[in-house]
């Protein structure tokens, strides 16, 4: 059976940092692209960031390439989200996600496996 498992969420003032991981089980993880996702009660849920099956591609978006960075450690079966300047704009519920291909893509149906999010709250 498949895990992901997100941990690392919180309440942090404005222009704090926080690291989020992502532990994978039940899969080949390094066979696979991995995403990090968040969403907003009411809202789609949006792709943030992903780096590429070996870690040698990532892409994030415009909003956030300034301040976070993707990472993984496909020997710990573990990815991380460093987020640094946080804004209250970034407050939503972070979701990892293990992609069905080798690449990062931004769309949802790229993505097979869905953590069970952890809540990020930047305060102002």
């Known amino acids: 059976q498949v895990h992901l498992v997100e941990s690392g969420g919180g309440l942090v003032q404005a222009g704090g940092s926080l690291r989020l991981s992502c532990v994978a089980s039940?899969?080949?993880?390094?066979?696979?692209?991995m995403g990090w996702f968040r969403q907003a009660p009411g809202k789609e849920r949006e792709f943030v960031a992903g780096?590429?099956?070996?870690?040698?591609?990532?892409y994030l978006i415009d909003s956030v390439k300034e301040r976070f960075s993707i990472s993984r450690d496909n020997t710990k079966n573990t990815g991380w989200l460093h987020m640094h300047m946080l804004e209250p704009e970034d407050t939503d519920i972070y979701y990892c996600a293990a992609g069905n291909s080798t690449d990062v893509y931004t769309g949802l149906a790229h993505y097979d496996y869905w953590g069970q999010g952890t809540q990020v709250t930047g305060s102002s």
């Open positions: 780096i590429s099956k070996g870690g040698g591609g990532t």
């Open positions: 039940g899969l080949n993880f390094g066979s696979r692209a």
